[in-house]
């Protein structure tokens, strides 16, 4: 299959390339650089000279409070982009794989957001996120949109790495702190991008969740990187006031997929179990 991965320098779209590569797809990787997906123009003529069977949006404005902060260019970047991306996929009759998130939800579910819940964002990036799926779904281009939760992988020297970021701040300290009020679904990056690339090769179009098995609160999900990482940092449970936002964080992110099932492809493995994996193979053995 030949692949064209935006955001190919990111967390997320590095691994995919990898996975692609491994997977022996031909894989051509687009950082920021190379292309500015908020220019139609450029979208257009990468798109058609390329001529991809799939393109994977994972280029996206991923800054929470600085979506809230700047929502022009949360919506430009997020949706816009995406629109772009969907219009040149159309025109060269390719497959757009949009990347959303647990976002668009309000989180005031007790349990996992499935893909038949209403979406109701309450943050700028969330609801960037989401107009980015509706431009998707009405460019009339083939689709495939998977959401993801609490997404963890990548090099350890990447700015967003948030296990590489808990060890830094656990290392030498006798206790660091973690909220108790906040849960999602942590997933690693490269079981996400497998089980997306899973989805494609079976044809599935359409919404997917797609996430790591179970929920975590922030503190459970730290205390296990903690653990894995066998540092004797005690993790305490606080509440999220302790960390102020600019933007209204929804209090469940947490995600399961009922659609998986129903077209016969298996859910992802625990969450706990990928994040072993993940320490194990990127940090010295550390699990």
Known sequence: MRLL????????????????????????AVAREDCDITNREAVLLLVEKQRPETVIHCAAHTDVDDCAKNPGKAHLINADGASNLAQAVRGTGGCLVYIST????DGSKTGPYVETDKAAPRTEYGRSKLEGENQVICSGCDHLIVRASWLFGGDPKL?????????????GKQA??????????????????????????????????????????RFEYVSAIVSLFRLKTLVKPVDSSRFPRAASV????????VKLSEIGIGELRPWREALSSYIAQFHDGAA
Request: glycine share 10%; hydrophobic share 40%.
């Open 5 to 28: 991965v935006t955001g190919a320098r990111g967390m997320l779209g590095s691994e995919f390339v990898r996975v692609g590569i491994a997977m022996h797809h031909e894989v051509h």
């Open 102 to 105: 647990s976002g668009v939800f």
């Open 159 to 171: 700015r967003k790495n948030f296990v590489a970021a808990r060890k830094r701040e656990a290392e």
């Open 176 to 217: 660091i702190e973690s909220a108790t009020d906040k849960r999602g679904s942590p997933t690693w990056t490269r079981d996400f991008a497998l089980k997306t690339l899973e989805l494609l090769s079976a044809g599935a179009r359409g919404l997917f969740h797609v996430s790591n098995f179970g929920v975590a609160t």
């Open 250 to 257: 929804p209090a469940n992110e947490s995600m399961a997929s």
